[in-house]
């Protein structure tokens, strides 16, 4: 028999307030609730992620029956922090806005302070609304601030700023803000939970900022924590395994990367099921290795099944969903089904629409792909709207964009060869060589390059 299965039953109690015998009842059927709480924290904390959220929506339940206000605020926490870890956003944030209404009625600020931390850890994770997040963020602050907190959920609330900061490209502030949220960890004597998830973003902002090095002691520090503290197949210990794969695929290691990638996912899919944010992550960073490695059939696999599971579990305007159409397109284009690549390509670019504003990267990025599978097709004239878009946008960027400028020009000139525009194709491929004569590196497309020249006719476009 379960914890909570093992209480009195609700009916059974009489309603609060006739007697101090009711009282006395009353009381120790919120005890014991709350020990069921702090079982099911224990539980998550160990990873036994299923469990642990049945226990808590139990409590939850019988709380809420019960008619204690600070009992139910708490269980309504848990559970929403809960269902946040396993990627059911919308039903983490009805939960987590519930507690905060009921704890905000009885004067509650500490458990209405957790609730706003919460939030804006989850909103620093669903990377959609900058402004969501930091409206979140000041309302944590706030409360944090008149209630005095400076220790690990200051800790947590500066960890979910961070990865906002990481998501608009803000590295270096990043850094400092987890560095600064491990430091309070120390201090205060945190959990070990929390510093691990610390020191896992904290090294992704120093990949971000290119200082490999540092970036990865600071993985093999959250490595060493995890195997002190968690079990072999807490979540956590996959999140920081996955991450370290995708730095060590980065820096061409694709073989130990796929280790990585594939021990992360196993432990995923145990913990959460098969369909769930994580399990998508694993599956759009192995579609990245499996591609490294020229195993397109395997990469093709990942790809689809990353995209089946954010179709079910993201908000349709999450950016996650647009990268993971972005990389079925790119498969099937390096498979030569440019066909199927252009769908793909174009459902990428309808949500990139909505929700990046205009002359973002990754949208020029999104009208680059879907104009080179154009090319493939001979769609000339189609192909050339979307260089048309992608052109200025790489330009304005400067160093950044010099890259996807470089792609636009060579697939431009082949369109404009494709519409008979011999003259303008000439001047796409020159434009490209002034830029690869900028690299000694590249000496190779810069010879494709000149060979594109010599073939063009002799006439005008």
């Known amino acids: 028999m379960g914890v909570v299965e093992a209480l009195p039953p609700i009916d059974g109690c009489r309603a609060p307030g006739d007697d101090d015998g009711d009282m006395v009842e009353k009381t120790g059927l919120v005890d014991a609730l709350r020990?069921?709480?702090?079982?099911?924290?224990?539980?998550?904390?160990?990873?036994?992620?299923?469990?642990?959220?049945?226990?808590?929506?139990?409590v939850r339940a019988r709380a809420?029956?019960?008619g204690d206000p600070g009992l139910q605020a708490d269980a309504l926490l848990t559970v929403g922090r809960m269902r946040a870890e396993d990627g059911e956003i919308a039903a983490a944030e009805s939960n987590l806005l519930a507690a905060i209404d009921v704890a905000e009625a009885r004067g509650l600020d500490d458990t209405v302070a957790s609730g706003w931390v919460a939030l804006?850890?989850?909103?620093?994770?669903?990377?959609?609304?900058?402004?969501?997040?930091r409206e979140r963020a000041r309302r944590a602050q706030a409360l944090l601030d008149r209630i005095g907190d400076s220790g690990p959920r200051r800790a947590t609330l500066l960890n979910a700023l961070g990865v906002a900061?990481?998501?608009?490209?803000?590295?270096?502030?990043?850094?400092?803000?987890h560095r600064e949220a491990f430091e309070r960890l120390r201090f205060a004597g945190g959990p070990p939970?929390?510093?691990?998830?610390?020191?896992?973003?904290?090294?992704?902002?120093?990949?971000?900022?290119?200082?490999?090095?540092?970036?990865?002691?600071?993985?093999?520090?959250?490595?060493?924590?995890?195997?002190?503290?968690?079990?072999?197949?807490?979540?956590?210990?996959?999140?920081?395994?996955?991450?370290?794969?995708?730095?060590?695929?980065?820096?061409g290691e694709p073989g130990r990367a796929r280790e990585l990638l594939e021990a992360a996912l196993a432990i995923w899919t145990d913990t959460y099921g098969s369909v769930c944010v994580e399990c998508g992550r694993a599956h759009s960073s192995l579609m990245g290795q499996?591609?490294?490695?020229?195993?397109?059939?395997?990469?093709?696999?990942?790809?689809?099944?990353?995209?089946?599971?954010?179709?079910?579990?993201?908000?349709?305007?999450?950016?996650?969903?647009?990268?993971?159409?972005?990389?079925?397109?790119?498969?099937?284009?390096w498979r030569g089904d440019f066909a199927g690549a252009v769908p793909a390509y174009g459902e990428a670019l309808r949500l990139q629409e909505r929700i990046l504003p205009e002359g973002h990267l990754h949208r020029a990025i999104t009208e680059s792909n879907l104009g080179e599978s154009l090319v493939a097709l001979q769609r000339h004239a189609e192909a050339l709207q979307r260089f048309a878009a992608a052109e200025p946008v790489a330009r304005a960027?400067?160093?950044?964009?010099?890259?996807?400028?470089?792609?636009?020009?060579?697939?431009?000139?082949?369109?404009?060869?494709?519409?008979?525009?011999?003259?303008?194709?000439?001047?796409?491929?020159?434009?490209?060589?002034?830029?690869?004569?900028?690299?000694?590196?590249?000496?190779?497309?810069?010879?494709?390059v000149e060979q594109a020249l010599a073939q063009l006719p002799v006439r005008a476009g």
Do not use: C, W
Request: aromatic residues 0%; neutral net charge; without cysteine.
């Open 35 to 58: 020990r069921a709480l702090i079982a099911a924290r224990v539980q998550a904390a160990a990873g036994m992620r299923r469990e642990a959220l049945r226990l808590a929506e139990q």
């Open 64 to 66: 809420e029956a019960v």
């Open 120 to 133: 804006a850890t989850v909103a620093a994770r669903l990377q959609v609304d900058p402004e969501r997040m």
């Open 165 to 177: 900061a990481v998501a608009e490209g803000r590295h270096a502030e990043a850094v400092r803000l």
């Open 193 to 251: 939970l929390e510093s691990i998830r610390t020191l896992q973003s904290l090294a992704n902002a120093l990949e971000a900022l290119g200082r490999h090095d540092e970036a990865l002691a600071r993985f093999g520090e959250a490595q060493r924590l995890g195997a002190e503290h968690l079990g072999p197949r807490h979540p956590q210990r996959a999140r920081v395994a996955h991450d370290l794969g995708v730095l060590l695929l980065g820096s």
């Open 290 to 333: 499996a591609s490294a490695e020229g195993e397109l059939g395997r990469a093709e696999h990942h790809a689809r099944r990353a995209l089946a599971i954010y179709r079910q579990v993201l908000p349709g305007d999450h950016p996650d969903l647009a990268a993971a159409l972005v990389n079925l397109g790119a498969v099937l284009h």
């Open 397 to 448: 960027a400067g160093q950044p964009g010099e890259e996807l400028l470089l792609l636009v020009l060579r697939n431009k000139a082949k369109a404009l060869q494709g519409t008979g525009e011999v003259g303008a194709a000439r001047v796409a491929l020159e434009q490209a060589r002034a830029l690869l004569k900028r690299d000694p590196g590249r000496a190779q497309e810069l010879a494709e």
